[in-house]
């Protein structure tokens, strides 16, 4: 049984990538600190990926402040849910392929 991978999608080929997205696909937002401590990243390696998925239009930034203090909230937008979806989807079938196989 051949699978098609076309739905795999190389924005999420990254373990970090992957990480927000599974995080994001589970809540409302999640905040720069928040992101930061759940993926153990440097506060440079999470803004370049999250600057790639933002750049999908995967993720949505809403910036804010807080008192004084600025704040970032990132959301999965309802493309990046549908892709991660795809991508999970697909994921899924190729493992069940091999099971089967």
């Not at 990254?14 to 927000?20: A, D, K, V």
């Not at 600025?70 to 091999?98: C, M, V, W």
């Amino acid at each position: 049984m051949k699978i098609s991978i076309g739905n795999l999608h190389k924005a999420f080929e990254s373990r970090i990538r992957l990480g927000m997205m599974s995080a994001l696909a589970v809540s409302d937002t999640l905040d720069f600190n928040s992101l930061k401590e759940m993926l153990d990243v440097t506060d440079g390696n999470l803004a370049s990926h999250i600057k790639a998925l933002e750049k999908e239009a995967f993720i949505e930034v809403k910036k804010s402040f807080v008192g004084k203090k600025p704040n970032t909230r990132y959301s999965i937008t309802k493309a990046g849910k549908k892709a991660f979806e795809d991508h999970l989807n697909t994921l899924e079938q190729l493992i069940k392929s091999q099971k089967n196989g």
